[in-house]
């Protein structure tokens, strides 16, 4: 892709009320545009960032055997007056009346309406276990949205549901989830920690936050920092390994305000382990039993003769959110660098160019066909801008490597960049090798 | 995947309204589930059949240079008063008001949304043309949905905007469109005719629908046989090439109903190239020049230094709809048989089963292995079921080839069937072959 061409409004005007550093860098560097309050339209470059999340979200999803379908945005409100929320939920559930005068809403959340769904569909524990998930646009109508699409109205999330025999088998899931959920997060450069919460309006009796560390972030958080020893690969995929995995999370202490009381936490960490940093929300999961399937009345077939209520779990990951979360955690001192994983392009090429002299926007042009055959997705900067600017934009736009074709690259020897590194003077064949890794 | 595992209700119970076969088939099959009036769930068969083809179209918008970005779904109702369209619309928009009391609605389409965003982004000719694309979930509040997916409230499609400076830039811009259809629809082996059609709410003055057929269509289609003597790929991606692209097909007769005149149709057209049958809209392409730029007041300097409104175009596909379309063109005397490129899975594996010999289901299993070792994606079915009933439920099931393990296959020869045609023994190395083609 070649710079002037991508649709990319920079912008150094920002509104007033973008106070959060994640909502100020996806403003001035044109990933998202406001359409109306809380509601957010995702300009390319952003929406790329979103894309390769969700797909590192499906992935992990899958691998643990969950399996993706689809929800609708609009729901009935006939399931939620099943499951008596319909009037607890209040004004954050978009109520709507369609033409008919149907009562509809716009779905913050999918229990009632998986529950539905696995009600009519499943009716024997030899379909036992399943796990379901979707990556849909829900809606809350906060009262007061703020911090861009971190506290929105209209936004991106995964919601995964598991169908269990009993309860034992249901934890099962439940560690599954945690598993996959710490796997994400990994590959997205992030240090997650799971702390244990409470469950608020989903319900239930077992439920973990995962929270990454930010400054900026929206909570405090206590923690030992011996959490960090804990390796995921010492883990393996199966069900005593996994009870340890998160046994072994438990085990440590780490907590936000909601959990947090001073003495323990000083009488139980000494000083030297203790982290006290703040932090931002990015996975919840929940197991809450006959919750939904009772009231709903989604029995199956026991092997032993009788109908029982399923036991469920939920699972979510804000995916728009996490494109927030992880500049919070990753942009610091005007340098903004992606994780490899998700970044909008693997690569930017930033030739210098001088009025009436195409030398430097000629070799890079060349060395962007050769990047191109090799299939790696490169951004050239074929901007008529000045150097320094160029790398002022570059910092914000935090493509991890650079190659600069100015007076210092000669010949094969071109100088290359990962931010928050010292150029080195590399041949393209070595630059070729460490972008693919 | 193994098909006990996979979340697949099958059913025989067909409600009353379904009285279309793509509907049929799509509740037999479990692809989809009513949750509302005109709502549909997406059950995991289905989903992977629609997010295939989405990939094409977006894979096909992006060869073009449409950039692919995303609106939300709920819009304020200020920017469809600056247009005037929001009093015009009727009944089928759904109109939603907020905690607040603020006039939303959820999006029927997004000419306004994107001129709004255009004229605070771009504002010299110098970046000028762009194509900007979204696929996004639409409602439209029919006030008598039916057909399953074909007519239903909300539904998933991609519509893209154009930006020219000029009417001839436009125009380049719309030939550019009408290649990407072409070459999407192709890829879906459906056979796509574009048709002059009426520009209806979107407004403008030229516009194309593009109609597959199918006997069971919406609409009756009159066309010369001779049309489908052109090749897409005697056409270049260049702006003449395209120019004759559109030229030559609008040389050949195809209407509906709309523009159909009997006399006409029968002095024009020779007895033996008269087609009469019926058809399905997949696409729609619309040219408008300044009608939303104009009110919106997006504005772009000219190179002579005035300010002129963007010239401007629309490109819708029904995503969704395409996969019930899709089904009415292949679906006949209870055999299915999807595109390969868009097929839920690549293979399937039948064993015949009997019970106390689990031979030709451990064979299976072999098998199964070494197809996901070549990374195809293949479906094991794994049911204990007559071979029978196994048989007319692949029918159904449409997956384009068939490992057959039974008495027939033996050693390295098994038993390969390609749906439509007859079984032949082959050795599996053929067969991956065959699948990877």
Known sequence: MFLSKLFLPLTKDLPADAKIKSHQLMLRTGMIKQSAA??????????????????????????????????????????????GRYNDYGEEMLRIKDRQGREMLYGPTNE??????FRSSIKSYKSLPQMLYHIQ?????????RFGIMRCREFYMKDAYSFDLDEDQAKQSYNKMFYSYLH?????????????ADTGPIGGDLSHEFIILAETGESNVYADKNIFKIKLEDYKFDNNSLEKMRNDFSSYYAVTDEKFKKEEFEKKIKKENQIL???????????????????LNCLVDHPDGKKVAVKMGSYGIGVSRLVGAIIEAKFTNEIMKWPKSVSPFEVVLIPSINKNNTENLEKALKIYRQLKSENIDVLLDDVDENISAKFKKHDLLGIPYQIIIGSKSEGDNLEFKEIGHNAI????NKIINTIKN
């Open 184 to 196: 994400t997060f990994k590959r997205l450069e992030l240090e997650a920690i799971p702390m244990a």
């Open 112 to 117: 009632e309406l998986i529950t539905e769904i």
């Open 38 to 83: 809380g509601i957010y339209s995702w300009l390319p470059l952003g929406f790329k960032v979103m894309k390769k999340i969700e797909q590192i979200v499906r992935e992990e999803q899958n691998k643990i055997g969950a399996q993706e379908m689809l929800m609708p945005t609009i729901q009935s409100a006939d399931i939620w007056k099943e499951s």
């Open 425 to 428: 003077m590399q041949t393209l």
């Open 277 to 295: 940093t703040k932090g931002i929300e990015v996975g919840h999961i929940f197991y809450f039993g006959d919750k939904y399937s009772k009231p």
């Open 137 to 145: 646009w829900k809606f809350r109508d906060e009262i007061r949205p």
